[in-house]
């Protein structure tokens, strides 16, 4: 079974905090996501990342980065934490297009961000 | 620009009832797929199904069932018989080649005993 593991279910941070928010998967997939899930807006895609040490916006990076040194980790990176930042947060993994063109993407668990 | 709508927010029904939650997609491409995920209140998304745009053969798992029709551009969903397992967020998606999945904002489904 594919697995993808998010660090922590849920966070607590206060305003201007940098906050890391680790993914992990164990089936050696090339594509990795993190999205924002809010009540009424559906999932929002932050970041992607096709490959190690590559990384393309999504349609929300404003606010927000990430780092993929390696390819079964991505992280998402709230430089500055700010309230309107406080959401749920799911990273997912998929094949490589290349390999797959309709490959579904596998989600973890989800963090659910506060910031005060 | 693709573009997923599910135009039901909530849907509420009792249990043993029939429920169709709504698809409609937007591609200019001619190649794409479709899927349907389910969050439960766990919170992790669950795959259900995924569809390629020249299958349009409908499908049938157990009490689930997919009916895809590239003439109304929808792709929905209908639960036979509910259970209160059933209760979740639903939600449609769609890419295109080599573009990542664009979600529509989900449906959620409370089925009550």
């Known amino acids: 079974d594919v697995k993808v593991t998010q660090s922590s279910r849920y966070l607590v941070k206060r305003t201007g905090e940098k906050v890391f928010l680790e993914c992990v998967q164990d089936?050696?997939?090339?594509?990795m996501f993190w999205y924002r899930q809010d009540p009424g807006l559906g999932l929002r895609l932050i970041y992607f990342?096709?490959?190690?040490?590559?990384?393309e916006k999504g349609d929300i990076p404003e606010g927000y980065s990430v780092s993929r040194e390696k390819k079964e980790r991505f992280s998402l990176i709230l430089e500055s934490a700010s309230t309107n930042q406080t959401s749920m947060y799911l990273c997912?993994?998929?094949?490589?297009?290349?390999?797959?063109?309709?490959?579904?993407?596998?989600f973890g668990q989800g963090t659910r961000l506060t910031v005060v | 620009a693709q573009k997923v709508t599910q135009a039901q927010t909530e849907i509420s029904v009792v249990e043993k009832e029939d429920v169709t939650l709504d698809c409609v997609y937007e591609?200019?491409?001619?190649?794409?797929?479709l899927f349907w995920y389910k969050q439960p209140p766990s919170g992790e998304l669950v795959f259900l199904i995924r569809?390629?745009?020249?299958?349009?053969q409908n499908e049938i798992s157990g009490r689930y069932s997919w009916n895809f029709q590239k003439s109304t551009s929808s792709f929905n969903f209908t639960i036979t018989a509910s259970q209160v397992v059933d209760s979740a967020v639903y939600f449609c998606?769609?890419?295109?080649?080599?573009?990542?999945?664009?979600f529509g904002k989900g449906t959620m489904l409370l089925v009550s005993p």
């Open positions: 591609t200019r491409d001619t190649t794409y797929y």
């Open positions: 569809r390629n745009s020249f299958d349009e």
């Open positions: 089936m050696d997939h090339e594509n």
């Open positions: 990342s096709y490959d190690v040490k590559m990384k």
């Open positions: 997912a993994s998929s094949l490589s297009f290349h390999r797959d063109l309709n490959t579904e993407a596998f």
């Open positions: 998606a769609q890419n295109s080649g080599y573009s990542t999945l664009t």
